[in-house]
């Protein structure tokens, strides 16, 4: 029944056979995008995470990784490895090792998915993403999940192939049952539909009669009322008829009861369903119709991952076991088992149309005929047109059709036929013919076309020959599409495509004759034929035609221009073989076209040619610049230069000059300079420029200081100083052009050069005196040279050029031009002018310095004066201001205070020795502070000092002031307290001096001040001051103790909780307490007497008198950390105080005071609805064995975990209160446990069976059988064994105690039940296979089929069951290893018959040797029968070999018989040895007549040995068949064979031969054999050698016959040429001479030779077939006359039968007439 199923189901890959660890199979750790790629994450043994990566296309090498991520998935075709790891996702590339991209998500992602190649879809808690790897793009949010899926888990996610429809699909528990959540969002409407299904998908599909498919939705959906599949239209067609919506009802089998549907794939190509369940069912529907195809169970395991194969457009799932299984249609059974199984013939025939499957022939012709008898002409059309593989689309069909009459104003019904084919899809060649014919008959060509385009026609040669007539051009297509080359070539030549012939001659591996197709196209078309030239000359890999022959036949026909274009192309590769044709093509132009010479030679395109030769031809046509290229000589090029100079392109011979050598470049540019300087300076300066590096910059400036040419120096130099960093090219630069005047250039190189010499431009500036003395300006500007420009100027009156300077250049050199100026004693009115003229311009800091170090600040004051009214705030300008108006004492205390912008640091320390307070006052107004603590200290200034520390409010400058290095600190601390503090009346300058002190640890001296201040100064406002009142008891701490008891009686503003805080700390237990106390918080003081007095009766007096719950609390906590269980309850229960019921049931629980915890617990419980509570309320019942009072308890509404309470009774040995507890809970399964620990078995197995848990009923089985309860033990063990997990550990249960009958009993038991899975059957195979043999084959040929194989196999083996092994084998389909057990054990599993069915089913050829060998050794008489069902499958040679090796010939002779029809050389030879050992000389004949394949000369050679006659005959005969004449007649001369001989001469047209044996004749008398030789040999004997023998032997009249014929055939030759010729004459006469198109060629149609056999061709002209050229003739049809034909006679027959030609009057055989 398994051959039959239509689906194949088969085993890819075991996981854990790769070592992959069980426990990472599964739905959180392994994915499956494709079938390319499996991805696991999985932890290995020593605690490191790995990725395995598993290449289907190579799985026996999986690749790891050491990756740490949350989740990994594969891209479904490339190596990209997604990963996520929290919320951070990254792409990499495993074949480019880096990473694509990377980014953060902001919500975590719960699912994802490849939805394409390149599209990664992302699913959060709250919405959808999509991210492309391509580019640079973020996840793009696609729409928000609906509120239905919030608390689902999301298992899947799909779309159609254009991403316009998405699903996301969820699970959830609800009511004891797995339900299904979708959400179908269009991405058009962007609108969701919360839709109840498990699993769904979409397909593309193509209705009847659409273009445009469809796109459908399937959905499959378990409720609690039903289980439906759904297939709906979600997107439109063109589709004649909309798609109707399909609803089918799903079946789930009574033991599938949990199960659901989890993944969906949907073939297109099928159109076929694939829906997987949980529980490992497969459901197959049709798409279209949702009938379902089969339904069965294909895996034990819960599959949780599925994706749709490609390959096979099946599916490929993954089990919890890791078995990796792939599940496809079988294309040879779906269609038969749709048909017979399901009796659903619709879609058989259905299927089988749209996949073109087998199996629904029968269907397809008896519907045919049916309709076609009904009348139903266009219905039967149809089913011929849908049969599969078309197998009705033949021309019995098309008869059929044009048999039918045609009806009065209908179509005919042949042309109904196939215009239902073409909406099918194409016509066969048939049906391409016959539809064509009537088409073109009525001229409609452009359905033609149209079909064409469309590929709606198969192309043929027969096409080809019937469009021809009529369109040239369709021909063309239809010969092209039909590959028939000879009529392609012919059309595109007729067409004048000649860049295709060669195209279409290298792709199809045509070789027609090109050089005469070339000559052809030559005389009508030479443009063509230059382009078709160049075409076969650059033929990839090797030209098609010689280049020589195509450039001959060019010129000849004088075509300069053609063969210049021909040859330009074909030499543009440039190889040195072709110097010669590159020499000639120049020469050609030169002489012919000068100017495409020179165009040539200017491409570079040619470097091969004979240069000198050129190089004269060059000069002669006056190309002087191609002269000089190709001259190597001097005196040549210096001639050519001399004569061309002037006509000399100057830039080509700029660049020639670089090749000449260093002097003679030089001697050549001084000859040009001498011969006319004035119109070669110029040349001679670019020449000089490009090459200046070369010739070396010197020797050309001198060259053009010697001839004094200043200008052609300026030129050349210009160039030159743009790129030369050389100072002595930039001076003589700046020298050359101050000679000619070019004083603005001048300027330029002063202002921008950076490497002339400025020292040496200074004085030469100077020098020269210009006109302008800006350039001499710049360069002391630029170069520090302003004292010397200063005095320069200053000296020589050009007092204009200074103040410019100043005022326009460069007003920040002002100060050095007024110091050079004070150098020189220039008067004050002249330098205040000066300056108050460059006003703001010129930098104050830089001038007071110049002016304050010759001691002349007073000089500036006017001018900073002005400055400053100016709002000039620069610290310089009112720094000087500040120094005038102190020396001259002009109200400078004001000025310090009141200016903002001078620097107090630099005016501080002007004022130091001059005036202290006012360095005092500078330093505070820029809060200078080290400057002005320092300055005080000196001066003694300590009360100023102080009252700016205490303005100044800096905590670190306090702290440099108190340090104790200070040696001033006394008397500032003086000043501090009796003036600057008292002063003060701002609380933030007291607390940052109280602070100060405190940091400086100062605390008598703060105790003092803040006694002063807070408790002295009663009416200060500092006296209630909160933080100073903390402040004195935090010091009073921390420096005197016996202080603090009294502040805290007397002071009542402080913070109490911070000082009894700080007095824990410093250990002040007593004054923390009365702190605590005088402000009533109770609680901190208790826990003072608690946790530091450490007194608990103080603590139990303290909270009796305080009587408050809080304090009661403390009290609690502590005698319950003491192990006061009971005072501390009672506290507690004071207090009512549930908060520490935790620690509490702890201590009660390890000092066993249970009693207590019941009154502690149920106060507790009046306060909290805890479970805790509750729990251990039930606990301490149990404990206490108050059973009654727990069973009243538990019977009441609580929310204790009693679970937890039972198993903690269980664990402690209560077994009695544990199973009060889990009855009342109903956990049938730890009741199980309990009542097996009571020893209350039944009772056990009644709540094992409520339960109905594998790990319940595998405990209360063990218990059972460990207490020998077996018949309770087996009620168990049926529960176990159909969960396959768990059988192996029950069989080892079993087995370790000894009860194997029992066991086997159980199993046998098992095999009913409706879950009874291949597990079983196999273990109980196992089992049989070792207590009870004789049992184990009636198992196996029962169940085979439900056996895991493989298993079984191992057991049989291990147990020495050959039989048994052997069935295994075969019907695991191990048929080698079958056949290897059945001959290596053949006394207990030998067959005939079986292993004639095994041996031909085997992989191994060499079992198929194996086997005939062991027949031979042990079953001799039935090898032949053997050898008859191996015949298709074995090498005959190998097989013959074999067993002539063995010595056994004889006995595979009727195997020899059945297969020499192959004819084999090693099947013949054996074969013929036999029949010569048996004499039978007959059948060796028969069998060398049909069957030539062996050695036949080397039995030639044997049989000529033989003593029989018969036999030698046949060696005759061999040697005559191997063209051995002389050997055949030989032997048949020797055995009077002289028929034979006659025959062998005959046929072997050797006139050698023929006449030897003619004399042989003569010599033996033998006159009818002379006669009958003649006869035989009549076209071998020569007629003289005839009459010569005959003559000199006086047997003519036998020969007279021979002469006859003779004469007869050479008259009627000559007679047949004669009247050629005149036909000839009279044809030339009347059509004159032939077209010129066939004389271009030298060649016309008389010179074309006939076909052998005598054809005729002279018709085959362009005229003849539509101007097509005449194509030269296939190879080896021009070689002669073919044969006996061109002879006027035809080959006479055998011997004793006569030949009659009709156009001769004599015949032989019947006597001369």
């Known amino acids: 029944m398994a051959a039959n199923l239509p689906i194949r189901l088969q085993e890819v890959l075991q996981l854990t056979n790769l070592g992959i660890n069980p426990a990472a199979i599964g739905f959180a750790t392994l994915t499956m995008e494709s079938e390319k790629f499996i991805c696991i994450r999985e932890t290995a043994p020593d605690g490191t995470s790995n990725v395995v990566i598993i290449d289907m296309a190579n799985p026996a090498v999986p690749i790891r990784r050491p990756i740490s991520a949350d989740a990994a998935i594969m891209n479904p075709t490339d190596q990209i490895l997604a990963l996520k790891a929290g919320q951070q996702l990254q792409i990499f590339s495993i074949e480019q090792r880096k990473k694509l991209k990377n980014f953060t998500m902001v919500d975590q992602v719960v699912f994802w998915k490849w939805i394409s190649v390149n599209t990664l879809a992302l699913v959060t808690a709250t919405s959808v993403y999509h991210w492309s790897k391509e580019g640079a793009n973020d996840p793009v949010k696609v729409f928000d999940r609906h509120a239905d899926l919030a608390a689902c888990q999301i298992i899947n996610y799909r779309t159609d192939s254009s991403q316009q429809w998405l699903c996301l699909i969820g699970i959830s528990q609800k009511e004891g049952r797995i339900c299904g959540s979708m959400q179908l969002y269009s991405v058009e409407k962007q609108v969701s539909q919360s839709i109840e299904g498990h699993a769904a998908g979409f397909a593309n599909y193509m209705a009847p009669g659409a273009t445009k498919p469809s796109v459908l939705f399937a959905l499959a959906v378990r409720t609690a009322a039903a289980s439906k599949l759904l297939v709906l239209e979600v997107a439109k067609g063109d589709a004649p008829t909309p798609f109707a919506k399909r609803a089918n009802d799903i079946f789930f089998p009574p033991e599938a009861v949990a199960d659901f549907p989890v993944s969906m794939q949907i073939?297109?190509?099928?159109?076929?369903?694939?829906?997987?369940?949980?529980?490992?069912?497969?459901?197959?529907?049709?798409?279209?119709?949702?009938?379902?195809?089969?339904?069965?169970?294909?895996?034990?395991?819960?599959?949780?991952?599925?994706?749709?194969?490609?390959?096979?457009?099946?599916?490929?799932?993954?089990?919890?076991?890791?078995?990796?299984?792939?599940?496809?249609?079988?294309?040879?059974?779906?269609?038969?088992?749709?048909?017979?199984?399901?009796?659903?013939?619709?879609?058989?025939?259905?299927?089988?149309?749209?996949?073109?499957?087998?199996?629904?022939?029968?269907?397809?012709?008896?519907?045919?005929?049916?309709?076609?008898?009904?009348?139903?002409?266009?219905?039967?059309?149809?089913?011929?047109?849908?049969?599969?593989?078309?197998?009705?689309?033949?021309?019995?069909?098309?008869?059929?059709?044009?048999?039918?009459?045609?009806?009065?104003?209908?179509?005919?019904?042949?042309?109904?036929?196939?215009?239902?084919?073409?909406?099918?899809?194409?016509?066969?060649?048939?049906?391409?013919?016959?539809?064509?014919?009537?088409?073109?008959?009525?001229?409609?060509?452009?359905?033609?076309?149209?079909?064409?385009?469309?590929?709606?026609?198969?192309?043929?040669?027969?096409?080809?020959?019937?469009?021809?007539?009529?369109?040239l051009k369709l021909a063309l297509s239809i010969y092209y599409r039909a590959g028939a080359s000879d009529k392609v070539i012919a059309c595109f030549a007729e067409t004048g495509q000649f860049d295709k012939i060669v195209a279409y001659a290298r792709k199809t591996g045509a070789a027609p004759d090109f050089i005469f197709l070339l000559s052809r196209i030559l005389a009508v078309n030479s443009p063509g034929a230059v382009q078709f030239a160049q075409l076969l000359i650059n033929n990839e890999g090797a030209p098609l035609v010689d280049v020589n022959q195509v450039v001959d036949l060019f010129m000849q026909r004088g075509l300069i221009q053609d063969t210049t274009s021909l040859l330009l192309d074909v030499l543009k590769n440039n190889k040195p073989e072709e110097g010669d044709l590159q020499t000639k093509l120049l020469e050609i132009n030169l002489v012919a076209a000068p100017a495409v010479a020179d165009a040539i030679m200017g491409n570079q395109m040619f470097t091969h040619y004979n240069r000198q030769r050129i190089a004269q031809l060059c000069e002669k046509a006056a190309l002087w610049q191609r002269a000089l290229e190709h001259y190597s000589e001097p005196h040549d090029i210096k001639r050519v230069i001399m004569n061309g100079a002037a006509a000399i392109n100057p830039e080509f011979l700029i660049n020639y000059m670089g090749q000449l050598s260093d002097d003679d470049c030089l001697e050549i540019l001084k000859e040009m300079l001498k011969m006319n300087l004035r119109q070669n300076l110029q040349l001679v300066v670019q020449i000089a420029v490009k090459y200046a590096a070369q010739l070396n910059p010197a020797n050309l400036i001198a060259m053009f200081e010697s001839f004094r040419s200043y200008e052609g120096l300026f030129y050349f130099l210009a160039n030159l100083t743009q790129t030369s960093q050389d100072p002595d090219v930039h001076f003589k630069y700046i020298e050359a052009a101050a000679r000619i005047g070019q004083y603005k250039e001048v300027e330029r190189m002063c202002r921008d050069s950076s490497f002339y010499p400025p020292e040496k431009v200074r004085d030469f500036l100077k020098e020269a005196k210009l006109p302008d003395q800006l350039p001499l300006i710049i360069v002391c500007d630029r170069f520090e040279f302003v004292a010397d420009l200063t005095h320069y100027l200053y000296k020589n009156n050009y007092s204009k050029f200074l103040e410019a300077y100043v005022k326009q250049i460069n007003p920040v050199n002002t100060p050095l031009v007024v110091g050079a100026l004070l150098d020189v004693d220039?008067?004050?009115?002249?330098?205040?002018?000066?300056?108050?003229?460059?006003?703001?311009?010129?930098?104050?800091?830089?001038?007071?310095?110049?002016?304050?170090?010759?001691?002349?600040?007073?000089?500036?004051?006017?001018?900073?004066?002005?400055?400053?009214?100016?709002?000039?705030?620069?610290?310089?300008?009112?720094?000087?201001?500040?120094?005038?108006?102190?020396?001259?004492?002009?109200?400078?205390?004001?000025?310090?205070?009141?200016?903002?912008?001078?620097?107090?640091?630099?005016?501080?320390?002007?004022?130091?020795?001059?005036?202290?307070?006012?360095?005092?006052?500078?330093?505070?107004?820029?809060?200078?502070?080290?400057?002005?603590?320092?300055?005080?200290?000196?001066?003694?200034?300590?009360?100023?000092?102080?009252?700016?520390?205490?303005?100044?409010?800096?905590?670190?400058?306090?702290?440099?002031?108190?340090?104790?290095?200070?040696?001033?600190?006394?008397?500032?601390?003086?000043?501090?307290?009796?003036?600057?503090?008292?002063?003060?009346?701002?609380?933030?300058?007291?607390?940052?001096?109280?602070?100060?002190?405190?940091?400086?640890?100062?605390?008598?001296?703060?105790?003092?001040?803040?006694?002063?201040?807070?408790?002295?100064?009663?009416?200060?406002?500092?006296?209630?001051?909160?933080?100073?009142?903390?402040?004195?008891?935090?010091?009073?701490?921390?420096?005197?103790?016996?202080?603090?008891?009294?502040?805290?009686?007397?002071?009542?503003?402080?913070?109490?909780?911070?000082?009894?805080?700080?007095?824990?700390?410093?250990?002040?237990?007593?004054?923390?307490?009365?702190?605590?106390?005088?402000?009533?918080?109770?609680?901190?003081?208790?826990?003072?007497?608690?946790?530091?007095?450490?007194?608990?009766?103080?603590?139990?007096?303290?909270?009796?008198?305080?009587?408050?719950?809080?304090?009661?609390?403390?009290?609690?906590?502590?005698?319950?950390?003491?192990?006061?269980?009971?005072?501390?309850?009672?506290?507690?229960?004071?207090?009512?105080?549930?908060?520490?019921?935790?620690?509490?049931?702890?201590?009660?629980?390890?000092?066993?005071?249970?009693?207590?915890?019941?009154?502690?617990?149920?106060?507790?419980?009046?306060?909290?609805?805890?479970?805790?509570?509750?729990?251990?309320?039930?606990?301490?019942?149990?404990?206490?064995?108050?059973?009654?009072?727990?069973?009243?308890?538990?019977?009441?509404?609580?929310?204790?975990?009693?679970?937890?309470?039972?198993?903690?009774?269980?664990?402690?040995?209560?077994?009695?209160?544990?199973?009060?507890?889990?009855?009342?809970?109903?956990?049938?399964?730890?009741?199980?446990?309990?009542?097996?620990?009571?020893?209350?078995?039944?009772?056990?197995?009644?709540?094992?069976?409520?339960?109905?848990?594998?790990?319940?009923?595998?405990?209360?089985?063990?218990?059972?059988?460990?207490?020998?309860?077996?018949?309770?033990?087996?009620?168990?063990?049926?529960?176990?064994?159909?969960?396959?997990?768990?059988?192996?550990?029950?069989?080892?249960?079993?087995?370790?105690?000894?009860?194997?009958?029992?066991?086997?009993?159980?199993?046998?038991?098992?095999?009913?039940?409706?879950?009874?899975?291949?597990?079983?059957?196999?273990?109980?195979?196992?089992?049989?296979?070792?207590?009870?043999?004789?049992?184990?084959?009636?198992?196996?040929?029962?169940?085979?089929?439900?056996?895991?194989?493989?298993?079984?196999?191992?057991?049989?083996?291990?147990?020495?069951?050959?039989?048994?092994?052997?069935?295994?084998?075969?019907?695991?389909?191990?048929?080698?290893?079958?056949?290897?057990?059945?001959?290596?054990?053949?006394?207990?599993?030998?067959?005939?018959?079986?292993?004639?069915?095994?041996?031909?089913?085997?992989?191994?050829?060499?079992?198929?040797?194996?086997?005939?060998?062991?027949?031979?050794?042990?079953?001799?008489?039935?090898?032949?029968?053997?050898?008859?069902?191996?015949?298709?499958?074995?090498?005959?040679?190998?097989?013959?070999?074999?067993?002539?090796?063995?010595?056994?010939?004889?006995?595979?002779?009727?195997?020899?018989?059945?297969?020499?029809?192959?004819?084999?050389?090693?099947?013949?030879?054996?074969?013929?040895?036999?029949?010569?050992?048996?004499?039978?000389?007959?059948?060796?004949?028969?069998?060398?007549?049909?069957?030539?394949?062996?050695?036949?000369?080397?039995?030639?050679?044997?049989?000529?040995?033989?003593?029989?006659?018969?036999?030698?005959?046949?060696?005759?005969?061999?040697?005559?068949?191997?063209?051995?004449?002389?050997?055949?007649?030989?032997?048949?001369?020797?055995?009077?064979?002289?028929?034979?001989?006659?025959?062998?001469?005959?046929?072997?047209?050797?006139?050698?031969?023929?006449?030897?044996?003619?004399?042989?004749?003569?010599?033996?008398?033998?006159?009818?054999?002379?006669?009958?030789?003649?006869?035989?040999?009549?076209?071998?004997?020569?007629?003289?050698?005839?009459?010569?023998?005959?003559?000199?032997?006086?047997?003519?009249?036998?020969?007279?016959?021979?002469?006859?014929?003779?004469?007869?055939?050479?008259?009627?030759?000559?007679?047949?040429?004669?009247?050629?010729k005149k036909a000839k004459e009279d044809a030339k006469a009347k059509e004159g001479e032939k077209p010129d198109a066939f004389k271009a060629g030298g060649v016309t149609i008389e010179d074309v030779p006939v076909y052998g056999g005598g054809v005729d061709v002279s018709g085959y002209t362009p005229a003849a077939y539509g101007g097509q050229l005449a194509l030269p003739a296939p190879p080896g049809m021009m070689q002669g006359y073919g044969g006996m034909g061109g002879m006027g006679m035809n080959p006479m027959a055998s011997m004793g039968y006569g030949y009659q030609d009709p156009t001769q009057t004599g015949y032989y055989g019947g006597g001369y007439q």
């Not at 297109?268 to 379902?292: A, C, N, P, Q, W």
């Not at 038969?336 to 299927?351: C, D, H, V």
């Not at 026609?457 to 096409?463: D, G, H, V, Y």
């Not at 002295?1016 to 903390?1030: I, T, V």
Request: with cysteine; proline share 3%.
């Open 267 to 471: 073939s297109e190509k099928y159109e076929v369903v694939y829906m997987i369940t949980k529980m490992g069912y497969v459901h197959m529907f049709d798409l279209s119709t949702g009938t379902l195809i089969y339904r069965n169970r294909i895996s034990g395991e819960t599959i949780f991952v599925t994706c749709f194969q490609d390959a096979n457009e099946g599916v490929m799932m993954v089990n919890r076991k890791g078995q990796v299984l792939s599940l496809s249609i079988d294309e040879t059974n779906i269609v038969p088992y749709i048909s017979t199984t399901l009796n659903n013939f619709e879609l058989a025939m259905n299927m089988a149309s749209k996949n073109s499957l087998p199996g629904a022939d029968d269907l397809f012709v008896a519907q045919f005929q049916r309709l076609f008898q009904q009348g139903q002409y266009k219905e039967a059309a149809a089913v011929a047109a849908n049969s599969p593989g078309g197998s009705l689309r033949n021309q019995k069909t098309i008869a059929l059709f044009q048999q039918l009459p045609t009806l009065p104003n209908q179509p005919a019904p042949l042309l109904q036929y196939f215009l239902i084919l073409l909406e099918k899809g194409k016509l066969n060649q048939i049906e391409s013919l016959e539809l064509v014919r009537p088409v073109l008959q009525q001229g409609r060509k452009q359905l033609l076309e149209k079909w064409l385009q469309e590929d709606k026609l198969e192309c043929s040669e027969r096409l080809g020959d019937e469009v021809r007539p009529h369109d």
């Open 826 to 1620: 220039c008067p004050e009115d002249y330098v205040k002018n000066l300056i108050m003229a460059v006003r703001g311009l010129c930098p104050v800091e830089a001038l007071v310095d110049q002016v304050e170090k010759r001691n002349r600040l007073k000089l500036l004051l006017p001018w900073l004066e002005a400055r400053a009214q100016e709002s000039n705030i620069e610290p310089a300008l009112h720094n000087a201001l500040a120094k005038i108006y102190i020396d001259s004492n002009k109200n400078p205390e004001q000025f310090l205070n009141q200016n903002q912008f001078y620097d107090s640091k630099v005016v501080g320390r002007y004022c130091e020795k001059r005036d202290p307070y006012l360095a005092f006052v500078a330093y505070k107004r820029g809060l200078c502070d080290y400057e002005l603590i320092e300055v005080t200290n000196k001066n003694g200034l300590f009360k100023n000092q102080a009252r700016y520390l205490v303005e100044r409010q800096d905590e670190g400058l306090w702290g440099y002031v108190l340090k104790d290095e200070n040696e001033y600190k006394r008397s500032l601390v003086d000043q501090v307290v009796q003036t600057a503090l008292p002063e003060s009346k701002n609380p933030d300058e007291v607390s940052t001096t109280v602070r100060a002190f405190m940091t400086a640890d100062m605390p008598n001296e703060l105790i003092e001040l803040l006694e002063k201040i807070v408790i002295e100064g009663k009416d200060s406002a500092f006296s209630q001051n909160k933080s100073l009142q903390n402040l004195l008891l935090i010091t009073a701490i921390k420096a005197d103790r016996s202080r603090v008891m009294d502040y805290v009686n007397r002071l009542d503003q402080f913070d109490a909780p911070d000082i009894a805080n700080l007095a824990v700390s410093e250990g002040l237990f007593e004054e923390a307490f009365v702190t605590f106390r005088k402000f009533k918080h109770h609680v901190p003081a208790i826990q003072v007497l608690l946790e530091h007095v450490q007194s608990i009766e103080r603590a139990f007096e303290f909270a009796e008198r305080i009587n408050e719950p809080e304090v009661y609390s403390k009290l609690g906590k502590a005698q319950l950390d003491r192990g006061m269980v009971k005072e501390a309850i009672d506290s507690f229960i004071k207090a009512q105080d549930p908060e520490f019921y935790l620690e509490v049931i702890s201590a009660a629980e390890r000092y066993d005071s249970f009693d207590d915890l019941v009154r502690y617990l149920q106060m507790c419980r009046k306060k909290l609805k805890e479970p805790a509570i509750e729990s251990e309320l039930i606990y301490a019942f149990a404990k206490t064995n108050k059973l009654a009072d727990l069973e009243e308890f538990i019977s009441t509404p609580t929310c204790a975990n009693i679970q937890s309470v039972g198993d903690k009774c269980f664990d402690e040995g209560l077994y009695e209160a544990a199973k009060l507890l889990f009855s009342n809970i109903s956990n049938f399964a730890r009741l199980a446990s309990t009542l097996v620990k009571l020893e209350q078995f039944q009772a056990a197995v009644d709540a094992a069976r409520k339960a109905n848990s594998t790990r319940t009923w595998k405990e209360v089985n063990l218990a059972c059988v460990e207490a020998k309860e077996f018949r309770l033990a087996q009620i168990c063990g049926l529960n176990i064994i159909i969960h396959g997990d768990e059988l192996e550990e029950l069989i080892r249960n079993y087995e370790v105690r000894g009860h194997y009958e029992e066991l086997i009993t159980l199993l046998e038991a098992g095999l009913g039940l409706e879950r009874a899975h291949v597990g079983m059957f196999t273990e109980l195979a196992i089992l049989y296979s070792r207590y009870k043999e004789e049992k184990l084959m009636e198992h196996l040929k029962l169940f085979h089929s439900r056996l895991n194989i493989p298993k079984v196999l191992r057991a049989c083996q291990s147990n020495q069951q050959w039989p048994e092994l052997t069935f295994l084998y075969i019907h695991y389909d191990e048929h080698d290893n079958a056949a290897l057990t059945i001959m290596n054990h053949s006394v207990e599993a030998w067959a005939h018959d079986l292993f004639r069915e095994v041996i031909v089913k085997v992989a191994n050829l060499d079992l198929y040797y194996k086997a005939i060998q062991f027949y031979i050794e042990e079953h001799p008489m039935l090898v032949n029968e053997l050898l008859k069902v191996l015949t298709p499958r074995i090498d005959h040679a190998r097989s013959v070999q074999l067993v002539r090796r063995l010595g056994h010939l004889p006995l595979i002779k009727g195997y020899l018989q059945s297969v020499q029809d192959q004819n084999v050389t090693h099947v013949n030879e054996a074969y013929n040895e036999l029949l010569i050992e048996e004499g039978a000389y007959e059948a060796l004949r028969g069998s060398i007549d049909a069957h030539t394949n062996f050695d036949q000369i080397g039995l030639a050679q044997k049989l000529e040995k033989s003593e029989l006659l018969e036999f030698r005959r046949v060696a005759a005969y061999l040697y005559k068949r191997n063209q051995r004449w002389a050997q055949s007649v030989e032997l048949s001369k020797k055995d009077r064979l002289y028929k034979d001989a006659l025959q062998t001469a005959a046929e072997s047209h050797n006139q050698e031969v023929a006449e030897e044996l003619l004399r042989f004749f003569v010599e033996q008398n033998n006159h009818p054999a002379f006669a009958a030789c003649l006869y035989t040999c009549y076209d071998l004997i020569r007629p003289d050698v005839a009459l010569e023998v005959a003559w000199r032997n006086k047997l003519i009249d036998f020969a007279m016959p021979f002469i006859v014929q003779f004469v007869r055939d050479l008259t009627s030759r000559v007679d047949a040429l004669e009247a050629e």
